[in-house]
């Protein structure tokens, strides 16, 4: 079974400042994918960004970019330059390739403050 | 706007009805999920359809079914509804099963209140 962890319920950082949301996740295969969603004050699960787990590049969109540590099974999330839209809550999943479903984190709030 | 559609966008019903929400898929996508979030259990997955046939059952209740018609567009039945269904329920979809085309893309969600 997967599984995974947000250790940071809420964060909050200062516009155009730089924040890392941290999650952890616990897999049995070796293919899976990651992902980062956003989930804005109406409610829309937004994509942000996506790792492929046979990628040792992390992925980039923009200011999003992700610390992927594979043998630490470690999936962060670096916000750079933070605006003020960019508050919501924050989920993490993890996807195994063999499987279907979303497995999701509890969520950090994250709060950008003007 | 992720592409997918669900209606309705909100839902106010009794203990013990029966209530359907419906979604349709980005043009293209095969694949139908449907996720409940909740405050005590957060987001779950319930059950997934691809091309018309069941393809994965998450923790769905016995009270719930889904479909998915020949259009690609689905249906998640729930019956005998009680105050603990209350919840947001997402429909996702994506192009297929496995691969890097298989991302999620997520509806705006139906909110269910049970009274």
């Known amino acids: 079974a997967q599984t995974v962890t947000q250790s940071q319920p809420e964060m909050s950082v200062q516009e155009a400042e730089t924040v890392t949301l941290s999650c952890t996740y616990d897999?049995?295969?070796?293919?899976?994918?990651l992902f980062w969603y956003k989930q804005p004050p109406s409610r829309q699960m937004i994509l942000v960004i996506r790792?492929?787990?046979?990628?040792?590049q992390n992925a980039t969109e923009n200011r999003f970019s992700v610390n992927f540590q594979k043998a630490a099974k470690s999936f962060s999330l670096k916000i750079s330059d933070s605006q003020l839209g960019d508050t919501a809550m924050y989920f993490c999943a993890v996807k195994e390739t063999s499987g279907s479903r979303l497995t999701f984190g509890e969520g950090t709030q994250l709060t950008v403050n003007p | 706007d992720s592409g997918v559609t669900q209606t309705p966008k909100h839902l106010i019903t009794a203990t013990g009805q029966r209530v359907t929400l419906r979604c349709s898929p980005r043009s293209g996508d095969l694949s139908v999920y449907w996720y409940q979030q909740s405050l005590d259990q957060g987001l779950q997955f319930l059950i997934q359809?691809?091309?018309?046939?069941?393809?994965a059952k998450g923790n769905i209740l016995e009270r719930f079914s889904a479909q998915q018609f020949p259009d690609l567009h689905s249906e998640l039945n729930l019956s005998s509804l009680e105050l603990g269904d209350s919840a947001l329920y997402f429909c996702a979809s994506s192009v297929g099963i496995t691969g890097s085309t298989d991302t999620q893309y997520f509806g705006p969600g139906t909110r269910l209140t049970v009274l």
């Open positions: 359809y691809y091309n018309g046939e069941e393809r």
């Open positions: 897999t049995s295969e070796s293919n899976y994918y």
């Open positions: 790792q492929e787990a046979y990628k040792q």
